[in-house]
């Protein structure tokens, strides 16, 4: 005999696969079963327009709910939480073949998905300055940094992904030919904030997020990386600051 958490997984796993039918299923209750699938779908496509605004804004909601129609239909749900869902769209919009004059528009949804993450992130708190003042100059630059749960980056190398949604918060038009961009996203308290950097800072960021030491990192800068560094530790992006031999501080 099945147990109820049997229960519970074979009629979870029914609501994302057609092809299965919950255990205990019966010819009377046979129909009802896509009525509870048609709201899982219906659920799911709402949590994806509120989390993927800019995309919405580019192609307007009703082109947006049959993309995100034919995307929850492909993929099953991440997890329960419906605040996971939709890590895997960018993906799919790139071989969505209805999108495919506007190949642009999966890497805007990388911004929209960085963003979804970073406003339920958990709370890292940011590195106490005090702990900078105790480190030289040599020790300093020996160090690495650990960012905030919250921080991302999105990178195009094609489309210019920081002017489009900059386009349509109020900023100017944006010009596909402008190029490829990337764009830091992180939260501060609870409103989520992002910047354009350009591809010394990318590349400056890339490798702090794999542990290089702040001095091999900024070796990838050819102007100067001060106004980066900068930001980083004022608006909180540093959890924590590691040195090579000697941990935390």
Request: net charge negative.
């Amino acid at each position: 005999m099945s147990s109820y958490s049997d229960l519970l997984d074979s009629f979870a796993a029914s609501l994302d696969d057609e092809s299965r039918a919950p255990a205990g299923l019966t010819d009377a209750t046979r129909t009802h079963i896509e009525v509870y699938r048609n709201n899982v779908r219906l659920n799911r496509i709402a949590a994806l327009a509120d989390a993927f605004t800019h995309v919405v804004t580019l192609v307007g909601s009703d082109y947006f709910r049959s993309l995100a129609r034919a995307f929850v239909i492909a993929t099953p749900a991440a997890s329960a939480n419906l605040h996971d869902d939709g890590a895997a769209l960018p993906a799919f919009i790139r071989g969505f073949a209805p999108a495919a004059d506007l190949p642009y528009l999966g890497d805007v949804a990388e911004v929209d998905w960085l963003m979804q993450r970073a406003y339920y992130a958990d709370d890292s708190a940011p590195l106490n300055r005090a702990s900078l003042a105790e480190l030289g100059p040599d020790r300093f630059a020996a160090a690495s940094l650990r960012f905030s749960a919250s921080v991302g980056v999105a990178r195009s190398a094609k489309w210019p992904i920081a002017d489009i949604v900059a386009m349509h918060e109020g900023g100017p038009a944006a010009s596909l030919d402008a190029g490829g961009q990337a764009v830091l996203v992180w939260r501060e308290g609870f409103a989520v904030r992002w910047r354009a950097i350009d591809g010394d800072e990318t590349q400056v960021v890339a490798a702090l997020w794999k542990g290089s030491s702040i001095e091999n990192a900024l070796s990838h800068a050819c102007g100067d990386p001060n106004s980066l560094l900068a930001h980083l530790f004022s608006h909180g992006l540093v959890h924590a600051i590691v040195e090579p031999e000697n941990g935390k501080h």
